[in-house]
Structures are given as structure tokens and as C-alpha cells.
């Protein structure tokens, strides 16, 4: 819940009444933003 709050900003009231498999699905979302909003810059552009 913990990686969904800091990339979405969402209180933990947001995520009280998700499942357990919607938990796991933001989160995987909330890696893959970061993971875009963090990547290093191609060197190839």
C-alpha cells in the first residue's frame, strides 16, 4: 500500500475497501510508473 500512496498520492482511505487483488494490481501499476518516472535517460536519443 505502501508503493500506491507515494506514486498516486492516495490516503490509505482510498485503498480500505480494495480487495487483496486490486491491492496487488495498483501496485504493479505504481511500480511501473515509478519505474518510468525514474528510468535513466536513453543514451541512443
Known amino acids: ?3 500506491i500512496a507515494a506514486v498516486f498520492h492516495w ?3 482510498a485503498m480500505a475497501e480494495m480487495t ?3 491491492i496487488l494490481d495498483w501496485r504493479d501499476r505504481a ?3 515509478w519505474n518510468r518516472m525514474n528510468a ?3 543514451k541512443n536519443r
Open 1 to 3: 500500500m505502501a508503493d
Open 11 to 13: 490516503p490509505p482511505a
Open 20 to 22: 487483496f487483488t486490486e
Open 31 to 33: 511500480v511501473e510508473r
Open 40 to 42: 535513466a535517460p536513453d
